[in-house]
């Protein structure tokens, strides 16, 4: 393993001054010390080591970022929406910091062009996008403190993103919501997987969701997951009507 890279080092060369310009542009204010984000766009795959031996990457500000968006929503959603009970704010934080918008934030930004790794950005799945995107605000806390994540944050996810309205229409799960209005209705369903190689011999994971004993929707994806959802959404579509009243 490296022990610390060039771009770690104290003397400002002509790529961190790019680099600093690049994400000064992103953040709207300038970074304190540089290092805290050339960690956050810095893989596991890179090897490299702090002073001590400790792993340097971005997952424990992936964590932080993680934690401090939470907190930052919550707090907006505690102010933003009165009426709201417990259970209606945690789903309306859940939609913000979902996965699938954690990874479109990301990429508006384009962070992935920033991250240093042995592996070719080709090869990393959509939720890097995230990833990196929750360890820049891990980054932003700890260079500036509350406040300047804070203003990250309502910069570039709440005020840009966050409709409370739109937002209460919106599903995070459509597999989630399938099951949630058989076990309701009182109604059998299960999901068939195998696997599907596909074209080209790319490895799939063919689904069949059944309800009631008859197969409702089928789909394929690259994961288990993916096509657990991707059958339910279509399951969704089938009974929207009768889901829609529950």
């Known amino acids: 393993m490296r022990i610390i890279k060039k771009i770690f080092s104290k003397s400002r060369s002509l790529e961190d001054g790019i680099f600093f310009g690049a994400i000064e542009k992103i ?35 992936e964590f932080l970022g ?18 709201g009970d417990e259970g209606y704010l945690t789903k309306m934080r859940s939609k913000i910091v979902s996965r699938e918008h954690l990874n479109e934030l990301g990429k508006d930004l384009n962070l992935v062009q920033f991250v240093e790794s042995k592996v070719p950005v080709q090869h990393f799945g959509d ?17 500036r403190g509350y406040e300047y994540c804070e203003k990250f944050i309502q910069k570039r996810v709440i005020i840009p993103y966050v409709d409370i309205t739109r937002l209460e229409g919106k599903v995070i799960s459509y597999k989630s919501l399938v099951i949630e209005w058989c076990q309701k209705e009182k109604r059998q369903f299960h999901f068939d997987i ?3 190689n596909g074209i080209d011999g790319e490895r799939l994971f063919g689904v069949k969701l059944s309800i009631d004993e008859k197969v409702i929707a089928k789909a394929r994806a690259t994961s288990k997951k993916k096509a657990e959802e991707k059958a339910s959404q279509r399951a969704y ?8 009243k529950k």
Do not use: C
Not at 46 to 54: A, Q, T
């Open 194 to 196: 195998f696997e599907d």
């Open 27 to 61: 953040l709207g204010f300038a970074p304190k010390n540089i290092d805290f984000y050339k960690k956050a766009f810095t893989h596991r795959s890179s090897n490299i080591l702090d002073e001590v031996g400790n792993p340097l990457n971005y997952e424990r500000l």
């Open 127 to 143: 939720n890097i996008h995230g990833n990196i995107f929750e360890s820049l605000v891990g980054a932003i806390y700890l260079d």
């Open 237 to 244: 579509f089938a009974f929207q009507e009768k889901i829609d």
């Open 66 to 83: 993680d934690a401090m968006l939470s907190a930052v929503i919550a707090g907006h959603l505690f102010n933003e929406a009165p009426t």
